[in-house]
């Protein structure tokens, strides 16, 4: 237990050590989360172990005292300097007050001042895995008093279920970011940011059967730069890497959320254009091409202009019956905009239509 004149005063300076135990707290990421059952769980029980009607985890930011988890009152957080829990993470992790009113750290308190009157506080700390006290697990009562030692024995135990939880939420947090970013390793082309092949492939089958299930529209715009083994040929292959780069970023640039933008081999793009019909594809593809054109590409001394040529197939009448043959709809068109002379968009064969 701790004797009270070792503890801290929450009012006086706080020591260094704060600032490593803050980097600690927020490591877990857990201040204002929201609230959960699990932890509620462990208040209840701590409370009804210690037989008090009240119970806290509070977590000690660097101004204020977070509750996680409440029984007997809500609390969502008070001042730092007006928390009992501000003792509990700069002295010993044990922390007992057998009356609150009589104890001049925390008599003039606002819990202790006014409703409900706390008078007793026992409190166990958090600790963090690499030794820093992040907050309490706390029981209170308005009557004096204090934990005999199987309550405290079993507060300590519930501590330790307190923290485990608070690792496991932070693993599973680590987790998740780290599967978000394998997903995107996994279906991104380094060289454009755009989808890779496969995930670009794998979007198309999807918006493929969604639009046949719904009868709307699906269209794909096929992108191939023009002359580039002049550029590479001429400048090098890691010009044209960065001249592919500049127009991947500005193809991002310019699709909608919903499109689906990747990278279907070499220096041949492919846009998916979810619920958009052959008109809207076409004046997409034109725009796009305008804009590629526009661009301009510094390699060395020298400003390049690079053109593409644009191939749109579309799914709004029957004949396209899946993701290849609209794939092969939309090359064909570009292959026609190809021996029409570069730089400029086709659309589905007028005989198809
Ligand atoms: N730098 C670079 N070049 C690439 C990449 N992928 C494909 N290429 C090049 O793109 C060029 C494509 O050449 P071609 O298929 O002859 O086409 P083109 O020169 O663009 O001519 P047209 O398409 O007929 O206008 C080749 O030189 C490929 O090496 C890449 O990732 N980086």
Same mark, same amino acid.
């Given at each position: 237990m701790q004797a009270a004149e070792h503890v801290t005063s929450p009012a006086t300076a706080r020591p260094v050590v704060d600032n490593f135990r803050l980097a600690a707290l927020h490591?877990? $990421? #857990? *201040?204002? %989360?929201p609230a959960c059952e699990d932890f509620s769980f462990l208040t209840e029980l701590a409370a009804r172990l210690c037989n008090v009607p009240y119970a806290f985890v509070s977590l000690v930011d660097a101004d204020r005292v977070w509750v996680k988890a409440c029984t007997g009152m809500q609390l969502g957080q008070l001042p730092r300097n007006d928390s009992y829990c501000s003792l509990a993470v700069l002295g010993t992790p044990d922390l007992e007050i057998p009356d609150l009113q009589g104890d001049p750290r925390t008599a003039h308190l606002p819990l202790t001042v006014t409703?409900?009157?706390?008078r007793r506080y026992s409190s166990v700390a958090l600790m963090s895995?690499? +030794?820093?006290? #992040? +907050?309490a697990l706390c029981v209170l009562d308005t009557k004096p008093g204090y934990l005999d030692r199987q309550q405290r024995a079993m507060l300590v135990k519930l501590a330790h279920q307190v923290m485990a939880l608070i690792e496991l939420r932070a693993s599973e947090k680590t987790l998740a970011a780290t599967v978000r970013e394998l997903e995107q390793l996994a279906t991104t082309?380094? *060289? %454009? +940011? *755009? $989808?890779n092949r496969r995930s670009l492939l794998h979007r198309l089958r999807f918006e493929t059967a969604r639009a046949k299930r719904f009868r709307a529209p699906v269209s794909a715009v096929m992108v191939d730069l023009d002359y580039f083994k002049r550029i590479n040929d001429e400048f090098g292959h890691a010009a044209g890497d960065q001249v592919l780069a500049a127009i991947g970023q500005l193809v991002r640039d310019h699709v909608r959320e919903i499109d689906v933008a990747g990278r279907y081999g070499g220096e041949e793009l492919c846009v998916v254009l979810p619920n958009t019909a052959l008109d809207g594809a076409m004046h997409f593809a034109e725009s796009l091409r305008l804009r590629i054109a526009a661009q301009t590409h510094e390699i060395g001394p020298r400003m390049l202009a690079v053109t593409a040529s644009f191939g749109v197939g579309t799914f709004d009448h029957f004949d396209v019956a899946d993701a290849e043959s609209l794939l092969r709809q939309a090359d064909a068109a570009l292959y026609r905009a190809k021996r029409g002379g570069r730089n400029r968009v086709e659309g589905p064969s007028t005989e198809r239509l």
């Open positions: 490591r877990y $990421h #857990i *201040l204002d %989360t409703s409900p009157f706390m895995s690499d +030794g820093f006290a #992040i +907050g082309d380094e *060289l %454009t +940011g *755009l $989808h």
